[in-house]
């Protein structure tokens, strides 16, 4: 089998049981498995592959646990609205998505998040016009080479039965239900080390019903795969669950099965005392997504009061049309801030440190997607690690912490991002596709959907 060592790193950050920070540290990998993390001098001096990272801080491959990797080709539209006027504005364009947009959408996310650190990733794809399925994304996934929970999303309350989306963009829930369950048996993977999951996600409170929710629930705890849905975004989606069915978001979520560690939910920045107390309890997990909270104005998650009282919280870049970036290093850096902005004292519980904020988006990760083999740099995990320069403009003078400095600071790219065992990022360069080509192509479906929603109003 293949063997990989990694050494002579500044700094390698292996987010352990014991937190271990190794200078001139090193890791040794084979086929996709770590074999032995420690100082360079205690590890093998040779292996099939070795990458020098000298000048370079070596971290776990970040997890990004909430996307929308289809609004790649929709960025920066709808510019000034909230939650509910920014889904209005860009439902009709979605209507007409076709199969090749979702597959090379899918790799145009999964390039950028890999460039940028992460190396899983989960994805909510819950409109599927045109002769789209979930397929379209898988394969895009396996052909980058990014470690993929794909979330069979669904909608099926539109307009005219007081729900928010279109009635063209929503399925029958028979259909959907048939569908998720085709998805699992064809393309789940619930082994250690799986490249490929599949997920179980009815999109909201306010497009899908009742009874949706809780027969997706009931599905996919009888074939053992995760639940994932947005909940308590801002507050319009709090007066909806409230008017419609007479509870909280959470009250709602508990009352249709969907709490406890095999869930978790996008953004809960509404998420009231009551509700944090039944997450913590229940183990129901976070997707903090920062910058799309602050992007749609829809507030601050109280994270911090999440971690005290033990919910499990991850990062998520969440759509790239509410984001509208993709950058997972940055995504993070900005969870580490915008908590200093909540709550003030930069010393104490009340902040969140950069250790924190790297061990949410690695650990949490995992820890929201169901997984023991990612998230950390430890004998027995998968290969999954992440090489950042510090030699970069941006990080000048923060030499003398190197963690501390890639949240503190700015990186445009990484140096190498290995996935499984296998390099896909390499001296900052995609070497599983061709990325100009990519972009050109995406560049041009992009411009086609527009065109083609705008030719009908």
Known sequence: MPTLLIRHARLLVTMDAQRREIADGAVFARDHVIEAVGPSAELP???????????????????????????????????????????????????????????????????????????????????????????????????????????????????????????????????????????IECWHN??????????????????????????????????????????????????????KFGCTPAEYAQALGWVGPDVWCAHCVKLDAAGIALFARSGTGVAHCPCSNMRLASGIAPIRAMRDAGVPVGIGVDGSASNDAGHMLGEVRMAMLLQRVAHGAVQGPSAMTAREALEIATLGGAKLLGRDDIGALAVGMAADIVTVPLNEIGLAGAQHDPLAALLFCQVPRVQHSIVNGRVVVRDGQLSTLDLPRLIERHNALAARLAQAAFSTR
């Open 190 to 243: 619930p082994g250690r080390f799986a490249m490929q999951r599949v997920v179980v996600a009815p999109c909201s409170p306010f497009s899908v019903s009742r009874e949706l929710m809780r027969d997706s629930a009931i599905l996919a705890r009888e074939h053992g795969v995760s639940l994932h849905t947005h909940l308590a975004e801002n507050d319009f989606d709090v007066a909806y669950t409230r008017e």
């Open 45 to 183: 001096a040779s292996a099939d592959e070795v990458i020098d990272a000298r000048d370079q801080v070596v971290i776990p491959g970040l997890v990004n646990t909430h996307h929308h990797m289809v609004q790649t080709l929709t960025r920066a539209r709808v510019q000034d609205h909230e939650l509910f006027g920014w889904l209005r504005g860009l439902y009709p364009i979605w209507a007409n998505l076709t199969p090749e947009m979702v597959n090379v959408s899918t790799q145009t996310a999964m390039a950028e998040l890999l460039l940028s650190g992460c190396t899983t990733s989960s994805d909510h794809l819950y409109i599927y016009p045109n002769g789209v399925r979930l397929d379209d994304s898988i394969e895009g996934a396996a052909g980058i080479g990014m470690r993929f929970h794909a979330a069979r999303g669904s909608m099926s309350v539109g307009e005219s039965q007081g729900g928010l989306p279109p009635d063209r963009v929503v399925e029958r829930e028979d259909a959907i239900l048939k569908d998720t369950q085709r998805v």
